[in-house]
């Protein structure tokens, strides 16, 4: 409401009004003004409406915490992480207790170390066993349990728990942290086995030549009622006894590996040669060789074995096989085909593969069919050297295509953290190559339905490196990808998926936690398919205009070699979203 303007006289002790020029200058100016208000008339002037206020800004749109974790990893034995809430912020204490004693079983580990994690940080440490009283706030932590035994004892264990000031427990973790043994038979084998009835037996015992022969090989069979000595005869690698006397047998079997080989593999088979009947059998190792393949043959039969070299992407050093069952070699030897007689029944495949190095990696197939093609085994395998390097992958995967037509294979390179050098890939069925890819890139094929074998090849420029790549087998005709799988190259890899249910501005957040001290590389890629979003490298944030959808997080990590544990959080939200 505009007030008029009214004639006002000076009250007592009122300051003058100005004259001379002052008040010429000041009559100047109010003549017009009076005049534009109606002179001194009291009737209150009109003026236009003051404009309404603007509305106020909309709230900002919060979008929800879609992931928050914190992770421990390390090498053998596996770390111990759970989480627990405290409900409300205050003091507490964290106790932790190794159970093994000196001299007991089992003893003490050779290191411990728990810590308490939120949001990344680590909020209260312990080395060993001990209790420490700890502040926390209300929200989710974890708790992280790293345990490494005695390397004599091979085992050990461990507890830990967090408490309230009354007592009342939040979280008790008890771990038993071992270290395997190797997996591989001893060299020098003893084994005692009772016969009893009279009859007709036969004790063969047979070095497989896997990937040689043994450079000593002696087996001896004593019978332990009168220490006598069944008659053997050799023939190639085989030693065979046949003895008909009912009584308790004693076989012996010394083994020496060559000079130049790492592993050897025979097979025991003992059996009643009048009713065929195989008694006891085994496959036994010697030093390392890798893990066998499983197979099944349908019927007693001749079977064909076709072992190719691909020499893809280079031709392999050596090439070598064997099938056996019931501790008889069936079939063995070098790339080639060859027929065989198998009977029905579960069987084991052994391979040696060896590449060169340099180039580094190569590859190789097997098919096992019977003779009239029915395929009862096949794969195709990628192969590493012998002395891998950790910037050189060799992955390999089988993938179930059930609907014949055209279908293409792509492999991308996310050059993240850093571009490989090199990048390749083989898809094959029944032991045959279908396509290859010696890039990133694409290929189509026309598949039957049938299991496919495919070989990933990758390698970062140093040993330091660490790449991402993605490969995808995919239907022409659409839908989901058949196969489909992220893969790091020099690091491990840990994966996580943020499914985002909100569309808004999302911040991915990566935090080193530095227990049990930082990684030597720990970085993420974020992907959706084989679509780049973004990386962050060591401690950072990757800000995100998340659609709705499924992100990918690829977590690339490598532990300090001199520790062999890390652990590093990440996060996915709003960046003012209230942390829990």
Do not use: W
Request: net charge negative; aromatic share 6%.
């Amino acid at each position: 409401m505009t007030t008029p303007f009214t004639t006002m006289h000076p009250g007592p002790g009122a300051a003058r009004k100005p004259g001379g020029i002052r008040g010429a200058l000041l009559s100047l100016f109010l003549v017009p003004v009076l005049a534009a208000c109606g002179g001194g008339s009291s009737t209150e002037p009109t003026l236009p409406p003051a404009p309404p206020p603007p509305p106020p800004p909309p709230p900002a749109v919060m979008v929800p915490e879609v992931l928050s974790e914190a992770i421990t990893i390390g090498t053998l034995p596996a770390p111990v992480v759970e989480t627990f809430d405290v409900a409300a912020a205050g003091s507490y204490t964290l106790t932790v207790a190794d159970t093994g004693t000196a001299g007991g079983t089992p003893p003490p580990l050779e290191r411990l170390n728990v810590a308490i994690v939120q949001n990344g940080v680590v909020q209260l440490r312990i080395d060993g066993s001990d209790s420490q009283p700890v502040t926390l706030e209300a929200g989710e932590h974890s708790l992280h349990v790293v345990g490494v035994p005695d390397a004599v004892a091979r085992v050990g264990a461990a507890t830990a728990a967090v408490a309230d000031g009354a007592g009342t427990s939040l979280i008790e973790l008890a771990g038993t942290f071992e270290i395997p043994d190797a997996a591989s038979g001893p060299a020098d084998y003893q084994l005692d086995f009772d016969i009893t009835a009279a009859g007709s037996y036969e004790l063969v015992v047979e070095d497989f030549a896997l990937p040689e022969t043994f450079s000593n090989f002696d087996v001896i069979l004593v019978r332990l009622d009168d220490f006598s000595f069944p008659p053997s005869t050799t023939s190639g690698n085989a030693t065979s006894f046949a003895f008909t006397e009912a009584g308790t047998y004693q076989l012996t079997v010394s083994a020496t590996l060559s000079a130049s080989a790492d592993g050897g593999l025979y097979g025991i088979n003992l059996s009643n040669t009048g009713t065929a009947e195989t008694i006891r059998s085994e496959t036994r190792t010697v030093g390392v060789l890798p893990e066998p393949a499983a197979l099944n043959f349908p019927a007693a039969e001749d079977y064909s074995l076709i072992l190719s070299d691909f020499a893809f992407p280079a031709a392999l050093a050596d090439l070598r096989i064997a099938v056996a069952a019931d501790g008889r070699l069936l079939a063995g030897g070098g790339a080639g085909s060859r027929a065989f007689t198998a009977p029905a029944g579960a069987a084991d495949v052994y391979i040696n593969a060896v590449a060169v190095d340099p180039p580094g990696a190569g590859s190789y197939g097997i098919e096992i069919s019977d003779l009239a093609g029915a395929v009862v085994f096949e794969t195709v395998s990628g192969v590493e050297p012998e002395d891998p390097r950790n910037n050189l992958l060799v992955a390999n995967s089988v993938v179930d295509i059930t609907a014949p037509g055209s279908y293409t294979l792509t492999l991308e390179d996310f050059r993240a953290p850093v571009p490989l050098t090199t990048l390749s890939a083989i898809i094959s069925t029944g032991g045959n190559i279908v396509e290859t890819l010696s890039a990133a890139g694409s290929v189509s094929f026309d598949a039957i339905a049938d299991r496919y074998e495919l070989a990933i090849f990758a390698e970062t420029p140093q040993a330091e490196d660490s790449g991402l790549l993605a490969v995808e087998l995919s239907s022409d005709a659409g839908g989901d990808p058949v196969f489909a799988e992220t893969i790091a190259v020099g690091a491990e890899l840990a994966t996580r998926t943020a499914s985002v249910t909100t569309s808004g501005d999302y911040v991915f957040t990566l935090t080193d936690s530095e227990f049990p001290v930082s990684f030597s590389e720990v970085s993420i890629v974020v992907t959706q398919g084989t679509t780049f979003v973004g990386d962050i490298r060591g401690d950072g944030s990757l800000p995100v205009d998340g659609a709705d959808g499924d992100y990918l997080i690829n977590i690339l990590t490598r532990p300090d070699p001199a520790d062999g544990y890390g652990t590093f959080a990440i996060r996915v939200g709003d960046p003012e979203f209230p942390t829990p």
